[in-house]
């Protein structure tokens, strides 16, 4: 009834809502006539924020995410702290991030400030959300998170996604892309302007695009397709105005087997070894890993919107409803004996929700806030497992009787109610700018493990509806999480061009959905009774230097992260291992923005990072096995990265150079496997043929480097996958 409640209030804000809509100040794109070094740089420059953020800027999001258009991760992958890793040049796999040693589901990321990790385990899937070509702005917040987002999970910083609004004019936007791999993708944008010419009628666009490839190596398509459909539609009436986007996402992607550490040693390795590509009878060793065995199929819908309503020049009100609906699954395969099962995870999200916020100017160039976000995630997980009957000719079938079962079925409701305030001053005293806020979050979760015996096959998710399904009630919990988070920034312009700031806030995450293999003794109520959200409070102190056509954005922060989430023994009984919040994990480092204009058309962007993330926890269980992790670096995390782009015009040609050097990092938590440092050199560059149209290259890996890059980390062992080689693409851009 809950579900059907929101869903029904949620269709009626959007049909009401289509007709009214207001500017929202934290999401309108601001144009300005910007000129020399602001509007010259890849970044915006940030003046009287006291926080560390970096904001990179449409033609950048462009450049930077390759000729495959799609990941919004690799949109970013030059500034400070940041690390990308992808299974493929063209990042059309997903990939994962890293911001101060924080993993994706410890970082809170939104599009249009709708919330996009995902509701059970805060996953987060780049390559689905977007056709960068309809962005405007990424900023990413490192540190200390505003208040006024809509996370559950924030403890490494947050990433805000920013949709180009529809343009004024009518226009004609088209690419088409070719390269390595059979890399092929066309994308065509429609922007009608203002319908009739008339200012009060909408202005509306519409996308679309097909992108597909195969794997660099082994067989399957790296996506087999990706076809991405994206309509946006703003009006004002009067003192309202709307924003509506709806963006869908129909993919297929086939994965790239991992190795383990001792075969990263073989470099022969990265380039060869991935999932078989024929079944032969009678061998299990080799059928086990046959790639069509190793696929993700989904379906990604996001509608959302934008409402605002000004009541006078001094108060206004915002109304942004969303609905997430996912339809997928990963697929794997295992073997009993001489028999393999294919297994299906599937994962299906109804996700109604909205913010809220109310706006009031005051004295002093002074703003309040009030808001309020609320959420109803109903997620089902279930994961059936057939037997594969190999034919004697090489094909298969699968048997949804003998031997079906299913591994698991679960149901996931996730409420979350959160109010916040926030207050900001800029330019107290002419000098001064104030940031400060408190989220009061609540999120309660409703978590139902089912029987699995004695249930047919379904096709969908039709088995939640069978009356033999009965739920689990000793693997069952339900607990609300509760907490305050406060921020604060303070800035300082000591003079014209030199700005310092310290910001503090308390970010956190709510424990993921699956609590871990409980002992069957032990109630999962009970360990979710003992849980708490993990915290972090993070400092940062910080300058930004403008001076003629040099910036320059040195930060010194530091982490301190406790309330971890971790296996450990029960203080009463050493034989019972399950979750507890007993780790933490102290994080400090320096950071160095520097960009410049030595010349018109010209520009330099590099950065500098250095993390230390180590463990301050004695012990580690993982299971029944007892790790020693004191002091140990937390793996995946480079302790030095350095990174350069730049563009400039070359014989008509403009040239986007960029370098990464990315540091040497453990791939387990013992800090057993050290893996190398690596460099990559990109190069992308475009012509102008016509007025109009534009001839367009890229390469990723130009010096063909052999590395590890991707990893999954584990206690004792890490799981690696390979960096792509030297990859190319060329295409034609034009807009008419």
Do not use: C
């Amino acid at each position: 009834m809950k579900r059907k409640k929101a869903l029904a209030l949620f269709y009626a804000a959007m049909v009401s809502g289509s007709f009214v809509y207001a500017e929202e100040a934290t999401l309108k794109v601001k144009v300005e006539d910007q000129t020399g070094l602001e509007k010259e740089l890849p970044i915006e420059i940030k003046k009287n924020v006291p926080a560390t953020e970096t904001t990179v800027k449409k033609e950048e999001i462009q450049t930077r995410a390759g000729a495959g258009s799609v990941n919004i991760f690799k949109a970013i992958e030059l500034t400070p702290s940041v690390n990308v890793q992808t299974d493929d040049a063209y990042g059309l796999g997903g990939g994962s991030i890293r911001i101060r040693g924080f993993d994706n589901t410890q970082i809170g990321v939104t599009i249009d400030d709708m919330p996009l990790n995902d509701s059970g385990n805060f996953a987060l899937y780049p390559h689905e959300y977007a056709d960068v070509e309809n962005l405007e702005t990424i900023t990413i917040t490192r540190g200390s998170v505003n208040k006024r987002s809509p996370f559950y999970t924030e403890i490494g910083g947050a990433i805000k996604v920013r949709t180009a609004p529809p343009r004024s004019k009518f226009t004609n936007s088209f690419g088409l892309k070719f390269g390595s791999y059979n890399f092929k993708r066309v994308f065509y944008r429609l922007d009608t302007g203002y319908l009739l010419g008339n200012k009060n009628l909408p202005k509306i666009f519409f996308s679309y695009s097909h992108t597909e490839a195969d794997k660099w190596k082994g067989p399957g398509g790296a996506p087999q397709y990706r076809d991405h459909y994206t309509l946006g539609i703003t009006q004002k009436v009067g003192i309202l105005d709307y924003e509506f986007y709806y963006d869908r996402n129909v993919q297929l992607n086939y994965f790239y087997r991992p190795f383990t550490y001792a075969e990263t040693k073989d470099g022969n390795i990265f380039r060869s070894r991935d999932y078989t590509n024929k079944l032969i009878p009678g061998n299990t060793a080799n059928n086990v890993l046959y790639y069509e065995f190793y696929q993700n199929p989904y379906t990604n819908q996001q509608y959302r919107a934008i409402f605002n309503l000004n009541f006078t020049d001094k108060i206004s009100l915002n109304f942004k409803p969303y609905m997430w609906i996912g339809r997928g699954s990963g697929t794997s395969a295992t073997f009993f004996g001489s028999n393999v099962f294919f297994r299906e995870s599937f994962n299906y999200t109804d996700r109604p929700g909205f913010t809220t916020e109310l706006k009031v100017d005051l004295p002093y160039n002074s703003k309040f806030f009030l808001g309020y976000w609320y959420e109803y995630a109903d997620l089902k997980q279930w994961q059936p497992s057939r037997l594969v009957n190999i034919n004697s000719d090489g094909t298969y079938t699968l048997n949804n009787t003998t031997s079906f079962r299913y591994n698991y079925i679960q149901r996931t409701k996730t409420t979350t109610n959160t109010p916040y305030v926030s207050f900001e001053s800029k330019e107290l005293f002419g000098k001064l700018d104030l940031n400060l806020g408190f989220r009061f979050a609540s999120i309660k979760r409703k978590f139902d493990n089912y029987n699995t015996t004695g249930l047919p096959y379904y096709p969908e998710d039709g088995v939640y509806d069978d009356p033999r399904l009965t739920k689990a009630a000793n693997t069952s919990y339900e607990k609300t999480y509760k907490k305050t988070l406060p921020n604060i920034g303070l800035g300082f312009s000591v003079l014209d061009n030199l700005y310092i700031y310290a910001s503090y806030a308390k970010n956190f995450r709510v424990p993921q959905n699956f609590l871990g293999a409980i002992p069957t003794s032990i109630p999962a109520q009970f360990v979710a009774d003992q849980l708490k959200p993990e915290e972090s409070d993070s400092y940062d102190i910080g300058a930004r230097l403008t001076y003629d056509k040099f910036y320059i954005a040195p930060t010194a922060y530091i982490v301190r992260y406790k309330n971890r989430l971790i296996r450990v023994a029960d203080p009463n009984d050493p034989t019972l291992v399950y979750l507890r919040n007993a780790g933490k994990v102290d994080a400090k480092g320096f950071e160095l923005e520097v960009g410049a204009n030595p010349m018109p058309k010209t520009n330099i962007y590099a950065s500098f990072s250095y993390n230390e993330a180590k463990f301050k926890d004695d012990v580690f269980y993982d299971g029944s096995t007892k790790y020693d992790i004191k002091d140990k670096s937390v793996p995946d995390t480079p302790r030095y990265m350095v990174k350069l782009g730049s563009r400039f015009n070359l014989y008509d040609f403009k040239v986007s150079p960029s370098i990464q050097f990315i540091g040497s990092r453990y791939g387990n938590f013992t800090n057993t496997e050290k893996v190398d440092n690596y460099t990559i050199v990109n190069l992308s560059a475009t012509r102008k043929i016509y007025k109009y149209f534009d001839l367009y290259m890229d390469v990723v890996n130009l010096t063909n480097q052999k590395y590890v890059g991707r990893i999954n980390p584990g206690t004792a062992s890490g799981t690696y996958y390979a960096g792509a080689p030297f990859t190319i693409s060329f295409g034609i851009n034009g807009r008419f």
